[in-house]
């Protein structure tokens, strides 16, 4: 994301977007517990709630065929520019499954012992108003098994891209997408550079349009809360608090545990120094919601404050911001389960392995820009069989959950390259133990 996107944040008057989020939840609250029977020219209020908070929703569903296609396409096409087969091309790939796959594992293990989704031992879907046929749904899902395994990979290489595009089958337009960008550097360099920047350019306007749509957040988010408190008073707030908990503490988890281990065994270095060189970067990471606005920060904080050399800067960090999201892919995992456990249907470990699975590969293509993770949450209910328009109750606390899980990613990120210039021989002696960066 670049400045003049960055400053969308912000409105003439400088108030940031997350205090808009933040102020229209509360007004919404209110207006929804103040308006439960009230109508206006013989329309319930409610209805217009549900009608304001829909649009915000289809606007989301709008941007996810040209986003997903131009990121991954793009991403692709530029490491296809780079010495991506090399040793630490394989290296940064290896570590960015590895982390992403360890995140998705601890959230599903919290999500599982938490079940944020029940209360009281009953599903929570009425109290967050989440209306749908659970028998109907559980039946859908029954049949994920291990059969459906090569359906998936079968619907990954799709007859026609544009009728699978339409048919919102992301797993088939990530591939193509894929496939695409690999090729592209391949073509005479002429077409490829036209081919790029028509990418780039595509990619760049989906990036304004998202953030024009989120411009557009804290009028959805207060029609969605609205709705939610008019149907079922504050109820709703028990489970979204506990899920929310839930993810921060997962994350928590991941970010001083998980990722700390892999710096102290594969790097054989303080985590606690790495930590401190790059602090800028994370509070950076935390206030903008973007690992693609914090990246040059992240860089300055690896070269000046932590040692690393630029060659692995250059590389490892782009190619993380554009790939690596640990802290996403643990809340597309979690989010996820919450909404099936708040419908009252059983996932079979086949179905949650499918989940984790589409977690990692959607993780992969998210823009780094705030609530991206959004539209991956919508392929993966589309891919396992849960209603989207359950979607709606995740925006409540979203913007706090998003600052957190772009920090962990950027530490994620921070991580890999010094791992991998360790593995390569360099020694790094600003992050030894008895040496403050």
Known sequence: MNDATRNNDNDNNGLAIHWKILIALVLGALAGYLSTDVSVLDVPLVTVYDFGGQLFLNALKMLIVPL????????????????SLGSIGWKTGLFYVLTSGAA????LIIVNLVQPGVVDGQPAGELLALAANTDELQARLSGRGLGEIPQILLRAVPQNILAAAAANEMLAL?????????????IEHELAETLYRFTSAVLETMLKITHWVMGFAPYG?????????AKT????????????VAVLAALAFHFFLTLPAFVRLLAVRSPIRLFQAVAPALLTAFSTSSSSATLPVTMDNLERRAGVPSKYTSFVLPLGATINMNGTALYECMAAMFIAQAYGLELSIVTQFLVVTIALITSIGVAGVPSASLVAIAIILTAIGLPIEALGVL??????????????????DACCCVIVARLQGEDLPKLDRNTTP
Do not use: K
């Open 104 to 107: 998705i594992l601890t959230g």
């Open 174 to 186: 990530i591939f193509f997408s894929a496939v695409f960008g690999s090729f592209m550097s391949q």
């Open 233 to 244: 008073g504050f109820d709703a707030a028990g489970p979204l608090v506990t899920f929310s």
């Open 221 to 229: 988010i207060f029609a969605l809360v609205a709705a939610v408190v």
């Open 395 to 412: 925006l409540v606390f979203d913007r706090v959950l998003d600052m957190s899980r772009t920090a962990t990613n950027v530490f994620g």
């Open 68 to 83: 997903i296609a131009s990121s991954i396409a793009l991403g692709v096409a530029g490491l296809g520019n780079t010495d």
